[in-house]
């Protein structure tokens, strides 16, 4: 990196994370369903958290566990988001389906075995936009995990012209997080239904907490 982009990587993360706390509190924001992340850590396990990447940028407000690895692209906005989630006490595996993401993904499954939850971004980090890859599927198959879809809605923001239409919420206005009910790989049905029928959890989630801004009189961004 030039020097520009490493003044970047250096001072951007500590006000990305100023910037996100402000965007929170200065909204009227809820959580959805926060008991089903936490039926599983009552059990002493741990979860899959499932976002799209558009929405992405807050969902590190909603988390409420005790520590989480995030898959995050070896790209040089990836570089950002790792820097920027230190700030929350979070850290990062490094890798995508497009640029290591092999040895990110072998990674993840060692980290199976340990007390942290992992986060992933099932459309990331090119798209196509809320089409799920293999990876968080295949992650769940192999480390025995359950998939806890996590998203996030908004009264009032912005969408960038993006592959994803990448969301950043303005201020003063409401949020709504929600959590999903998880859903473990059955190893009967095989990888195409339960592809499905994550894709229907997904799906369901979303209108779940779309319909609960839409209850307040407000449309989503």
Not at 63 to 70: E, L, N
Not at 127 to 141: F, N, S, T, V, Y
Not at 143 to 156: D, E, K, T
Not at 157 to 186: A, E, I, T
Request: aromatic share 10%; charged share 25%.
């Amino acid at each position: 990196m030039g020097l520009r982009d490493r003044l970047l990587v250096l001072i951007a993360p500590f006000f990305a994370s100023l910037a996100i706390r402000f965007l929170y509190f200065t909204n009227r924001t809820e959580i959805l369903g926060g008991e089903h992340p936490q039926s599983v850590w009552n059990r002493g396990e741990h979860v899959i958290l499932s976002s799209w990447h558009d929405q992405l940028l807050m969902m590190i407000m909603s988390y409420r566990g005790k520590g989480a690895k995030i898959l995050i692209s070896s790209s040089k906005d990836g570089e950002l988001i790792a820097r920027t989630m230190s700030y929350f006490g979070q850290s990062v595996v490094r890798g995508s389906s497009s640029r290591g993401g092999r040895a990110a993904f072998k990674e993840l499954l060692s980290l199976g075995q340990e007390k942290v939850d992992l986060g992933f971004t099932p459309d990331g980090p090119r798209g196509p936009r809320h089409e799920l890859k293999d990876g968080i599927i295949q992650l769940a198959r192999l480390s025995g995990r359950p998939i806890v879809p996590l998203a996030f809605v908004c009264s009032r923001g912005h969408r960038f012209k993006s592959w994803d239409r990448f969301l950043v919420p303005y201020p003063f206005g409401r949020g709504v997080f929600s959590y999903g009910q998880p859903l473990y790989y059955n190893k009967q049905e095989g990888v195409d239904i339960f592809r499905e029928r994550l894709k229907d959890a997904i799906s369901q989630n979303q209108q779940l907490a779309e319909r609960r801004l839409e209850s307040y009189g407000l449309s989503t961004v």
